[in-house]
């Protein structure tokens, strides 16, 4: 079954960099783009960005850009997002989720599935 | 303007039907889908498109679009369905997206 696992729990201090993988399975990596979405302590989703694991390319949400990188290895199915120049107000659970999407429509896509959550936690 | 709005909590008696609402002008232009999140668990997608359902997702959760406005509906609520829902599409320029802020969905 597609599945999207990713890796443990991280506790930094400001100023730090964290690199969380995503590891799939089940499916051909190449086939569909991956997002990252975070959501801090008590509060709603927000989204910031995906990666083209074909191409390698990027799309960042304003907001992250200049601290955010998204990677990938192909050979081992995973993708990484790395957040740099952590502060306080970086600490959230970190989750990736595959696009899918139907091609002839446009804007017709949907985030299924999604990885079960990466707690960074970022404290002096 | 790139935002989802939700209606922060709704509640609804055991069995019966509630909408939980989602607007905002990039509606007019693309599709909605919708997430249901538990305490501690990931999001799971429950609707996408005009009114689709994954496999596994029982049919009393439901979808419409009309204008500005996405709505989920949930016929016949169960206590199983108490969780946070989040609305998710892209923003007027295409290129983004964007989550509403979540409803909290109560079974009374």
């Known amino acids: 079954q597609v599945q999207l696992v990713q890796s443990g729990a991280e506790v930094k201090k400001p100023g730090a960099s964290v690199k969380v993988s995503c590891k799939a399975s089940?499916?051909?990596?190449?086939?569909?783009?991956m997002h990252w979405v975070r959501q801090a302590p008590g509060q709603g989703l927000e989204w910031m960005g995906w990666i083209n694991p074909n191409s390698g390319g990027t799309n960042y949400a304003q907001k992250f850009q200049g601290r955010v990188t998204m990677t990938r290895d192909t050979s081992i199915s995973t993708a990484y997002m790395e957040l740099s120049r952590l502060r306080s107000d970086d600490t959230a659970v970190y989750y990736c989720?595959?696009?899918?999407?139907?091609?002839?429509?446009?804007?017709?896509?949907?985030?299924?599935?999604w990885g079960q959550g990466t707690l960074v936690t970022v404290s002096s | 303007s790139s935002e989802l709005t939700q209606d922060p909590a709704v509640s609804v008696a055991l069995g019966q039907t509630v909408r939980i609402t989602c607007q905002g002008d990039s509606l007019r232009s693309y599709y909605a889908s919708w997430y249901q999140q538990k305490p501690g668990q990931a999001p799971v997608l429950v609707i996408y498109?005009?009114?689709n359902r994954p496999s596994g997702i029982p049919d009393r959760f439901s979808g419409s679009s009309s204008g500005n406005t996405a709505s989920l509906t949930i016929t016949g609520a169960q206590a199983e369905d108490e969780a946070d829902y989040y609305c998710n599409s892209r923003d007027s320029s295409g290129n983004s997206w964007v989550f509403g802020g979540g409803t909290k969905l109560t079974v009374l």
């Open positions: 089940g499916y051909t990596f190449t086939g569909y783009y």
């Open positions: 498109g005009k009114n």
């Open positions: 989720a595959r696009e899918e999407a139907i091609a002839a429509a446009v804007g017709l896509d949907w985030f299924d599935p």
